[in-house]
């Protein structure tokens, strides 16, 4: 059985322009979380997704959204990127919100420049 | 102060010896996560646990509830064992650590 995969796996884009990044869960999984990782930090949450709607919200600015889809696959979109969002952002899956185990995609790094 | 503090933030040691990664946290939880993240960027689960005591292979990890510290152990450690480890903590959210670098040397 597939994991959690994510694509692109890198990703380089200019300041100002934007970017969607992309996550299936594993089958059977309805939820999906949206976490960043800056180099030398821990992943912070920024989105969870369940049943197509958002359940959870991190500390991020607005120019960052999500949505799920039917098949409970998740997009992130961020806009107007900026320097500060280059990090790799990692989507996890789990059964439920609640499910204390999630499982993470290999991630996908982003680098503005 | 961080609510999830790990220590060392990072550990250099020779194959074969025992390794303890600490995990200290300040707000209450029902579950706490230990996770291994190699150079790639990929992040495997190692360990869930909410009590007690949990082994598999050479890796042990434990939990003290009541004092709200973690440890992750690794023994026998080898090269390959060369990661960043993350703890976690779960409520309802997940709040991570800044992780522990560990490098093994052969």
């Known amino acids: 059985d597939a994991g959690v995969t994510q694509s692109p796996t890198h990703l380089i884009k200019t300041r100002g322009q934007h970017v969607t990044l992309r996550c299936s869960p594993i089958s059977g999984h309805k939820s999906v979380s949206w976490y960043q990782q800056v180099l030398g930090q821990g992943p912070q949450f920024i989105f969870q997704?369940?049943?197509?709607?958002?359940?959870g919200r991190g500390n991020f600015p607005d120019r960052f959204s999500a949505r799920q889809f039917p098949n409970y696959s998740s997009e992130l979109n961020v806009n107007a990127l900026l320097l500060g969002d280059s990090a790799l952002y990692l989507c996890?899956?789990?059964?439920?919100?609640?499910?204390?185990?999630?499982?993470f995609g290999p991630g996908t790094r982003l680098t503005v420049t | 102060k961080n609510e999830v503090e790990q220590s060392p933030q990072n550990l250099t040691a020779q194959e074969g010896e025992f390794i303890t990664i600490n995990c200290s946290y300040s707000?209450?939880?029902?579950?706490l996560h230990w996770l291994q993240q190699h150079p790639g960027g990929g992040i495997v689960s190692l360990f869930m646990l909410s009590s007690g005591k949990k082994k598999h292979g050479r890796l042990i990890a434990t939990i003290n509830i009541q004092e709200k510290h973690s440890s992750l152990h690794i023994t026998a450690s080898h090269p390959r064992d060369s990661a960043v480890y993350i703890c976690?903590?779960?409520?309802?959210?997940?709040?991570f650590g800044k992780g522990t670098r560990l490098h093994i040397l052969p």
């Open positions: 996890a899956s789990s059964f439920s919100p609640q499910a204390y185990e999630q499982y």
């Open positions: 707000v209450g939880i029902s579950a």
């Open positions: 997704y369940y049943e197509k709607e958002e359940r």
């Open positions: 976690a903590v779960l409520d309802d959210k997940i709040i």
